[in-house]
């Protein structure tokens, strides 16, 4: 369980400590040693010695102070045994090892323990990696950057000499300042936008509300196949643990072992971060499951967020509601129940991919559990992804708008967005259907 809200007394925020030879000392070293061995052997890492070597690579060779040799050509020499002078160009390897590096340290963020003092993270467009403190004990302190390095910061200060308080100069200038002054509480009262007043029956719960998000089956392959296959593999394919190249050849059932407890699709995990973000900037508190290891019993005593179409909740509370997902005959399909009736369907290829999706957004107030249910999920990765994007951008509210009822604060909502995607990310939302009652 991951827990976000507001710090209370006593805590100490996230500090980042800059990358720089030297700038970090022997017991901050040992300490991300430390949790870079905690995340080696962590699930979404302990069976994929290419991401293992990876990150050792880099984070070591930053606490060496060698920035130099975290280049693409440099990596791709020293961790995947390319030549000095290969091509980049042509051969992808560390990009695409990269990208699913990141996506490896995001599963591991959810699955995190609270004692962690450090987290490791890689920024995207770079193969620097960031150590961010978490511990009270370290956070506070900031490590030595060399002068050439830090920024430069000037602070002034004027002392203004002691004056007679006079009466009508500050008459004058509350006079003067009225009409600011009433700017500001119309500001202070103005209404809400839309997108506070969908969120505001969950900001006004005592409780902290409770995000459930959806996890994947994933087949992974043994180190014998790997062995045996990783030679066949080129830069088309992306390069991986769990990826290989093995033509019509069979594979034994003993070399495939289903995992259904450690992996989520980067969309859910995308919308999850999204919505996180937001509850910090209104001050909420969340609790964020996975929908396995969520109970019932945890959906009454709070307002839930259901992420995914693999988040079992989305279906069984919502199978009665308007709009739904199913599965038929092994094709996911998103269904409108009142007849006519409607059908929404992706073309989704093996590898989760498709060049359009559709995502659900529900609003219920009461769905069974005696609170208050929001539902985002896409037929694909990517429509989750739409969706946790529509929950969370006030200017995605403006068109929706203009075709609900004024009173629809109050009531149930469903929204059906459809988006095209491009890049493996979804362009902006379009509304095709919306249900109020």
């Known amino acids: 369980m991951i827990e976000s809200g507001v710090m209370k007394d006593g805590e100490v925020p996230e500090a980042t400590v800059p990358l720089l030879p030297g700038a970090l000392d022997e017991s901050r070293k040992e300490a991300i040693r430390s949790q870079l061995a905690r995340i080696l052997q962590s699930p979404p890492f302990h069976a994929t010695r290419r991401s293992q070597g990876f990150l050792t690579f880099i984070v070591e060779k930053a606490l060496e102070g060698r ?58 467009g770079s193969y ?31 002392v203004q ?17 009225l009409p600011v002054l009433v700017w500001a509480g119309f500001r202070i009262t103005r209404p809400k936008s839309a997108l506070e007043q969908f969120w505001l029956p969950v900001l006004q719960s005592p409780n ?24 066949r593999n080129n830069a088309e394919v992306e390069a991986g643990p769990h990826v290989a190249q093995y033509g ?44 396995p290891e969520t109970s019932f019993s945890d959906l009454r005593d709070a307002p839930a967020i259901l992420l995914g179409f693999n988040n079992r909740w989305n279906r069984d509370i919502a199978r ?33 991919h498709t060049s359009v999706d559709y995502g659900l957004v529900s609003r219920v107030f009461n769905a069974g559990t005696g609170q208050l249910m929001v539902q985002a999920g896409g037929l694909a990765s ?20 203009d075709g609900v009822p004024r009173d629809w604060v109050s009531r149930n909502l469903q929204i059906v967005i459809r988006v095209r995607v491009i890049g493996n990310t979804p362009t902006e939302p379009e509304v095709v259907a919306v249900h109020c009652w």
């Open 382 to 401: 990517n429509g989750t992804r739409a969706a946790g994007e529509f929950l969370t951008r006030s200017d995605t509210w403006k068109g929706f708008l």
């Open 67 to 124: 920035l130099d040799l975290l280049k693409e050509r440099c990596i791709g020499a020293e961790v995947f045994g390319r030549v000095p002078d290969y091509d980049t160009n042509n051969d992808a390897v560390v990009r695409i090892s990269a990208n699913d590096l990141r996506k490896r340290l995001a599963q591991y963020e959810i699955i995190a323990s609270p004692s962690d003092e450090v987290r490791i993270l890689l920024p995207a």
């Open 248 to 291: 019509a050849d069979s594979i034994p059932g003993a070399d495939i072992t289903p995992v259904t407890d450690i992996y989520t699709p980067a969309g859910d995990a995308i919308a999850l971060g999204r919505l996180m973000e937001m509850f910090a900037k209104f001050g909420k508190p969340v609790k964020v499951r996975f929908s």
């Open 320 to 352: 009665e509601l308007r709009f739904s997902f199913e599965s038929r005959n092994g094709v996911k399909v998103m269904t409108d129940r009142t007849p006519p009736g409607q059908i929404w369907t992706a073309d989704i290829d093996p590898a989760g």
């Open 208 to 231: 902290p509300a409770t995000i459930t998000i959806g996890l994947s089956t994933v087949y992974l392959l043994s180190e014998r196949v790997h062995s045996k296959y990783d030679g």
């Open 161 to 177: 000499p002691r004056r007679a308080f006079r009466k009508w100069p500050v008459l004058a200038l509350l006079a003067a300042l």
């Open 128 to 158: 620097l990696p960031e150590f961010h403190w978490l511990s009270p004990s370290t956070a506070g302190t900031s490590s030595p950057i060399p002068e050439a390095e830090a920024p430069a910061v000037t602070t002034t200060s004027t």
